[in-house]
C-alpha cells in the first residue's frame, strides 16, 4: 500500500495561481501514471490530469491552458501548478496512481482543499 500527502491548497482570489504538491510513502512516480483528481461538494470526483512515465500529459478539457502536471522523481513527488484559478475549481485536490481509463489504483488521501473566492 501506498499513501499520498497532498499539500498546498489554501484560499486565493479568482485569477490566482496556486501549486499543489503530492508526496507518496514509497517511489513509484517514475513508474506509473499519476493523475491529480478533485472533488467538489455534492460532486463526484474527477480527474483532472495525468502524467505518465514517459511524461506524456493528459488535461481535462476545463483546466486545459491552465494547469500544468509534472513529476520530480528526486523529490518523489508530482505537481500541479494551477494559473487563472476560478471559483468552478474550487475541490479538494487528490492524487493517485491513475489518469484516463485507469482505475484509481490506491487508498484516497486527506487530500487539499483549494477555494477561490474574492
Known amino acids: 500500500q501506498v499513501q499520498f500527502v497532498e499539500s498546498g491548497g489554501g484560499l486565493v482570489q479568482p485569477g490566482g495561481s496556486l501549486r499543489l504538491s503530492c508526496a507518496a510513502s514509497r517511489s513509484i512516480f517514475s513508474s506509473y501514471t499519476m493523475g491529480w483528481y478533485r472533488q467538489a461538494p455534492g460532486k463526484q470526483r474527477e480527474l483532472v490530469a495525468h502524467i505518465t512515465s514517459s511524461d506524456s500529459t493528459y488535461y481535462a478539457d476545463f483546466v486545459k491552458g491552465r494547469f500544468t502536471i509534472s513529476r520530480d522523481n528526486a523529490k518523489n513527488t508530482v505537481d500541479l501548478q494551477m494559473n487563472s484559478l476560478k471559483p468552478e475549481d474550487t475541490a479538494n485536490y487528490y492524487c493517485?496512481?491513475?489518469?484516463?481509463?485507469?482505475?484509481?489504483?490506491?487508498?484516497w488521501g486527506q487530500g487539499t482543499q483549494v477555494t477561490v473566492s474574492s
Open positions: 493517485n496512481r491513475g489518469g484516463v481509463g485507469l482505475v484509481p489504483w490506491y487508498a
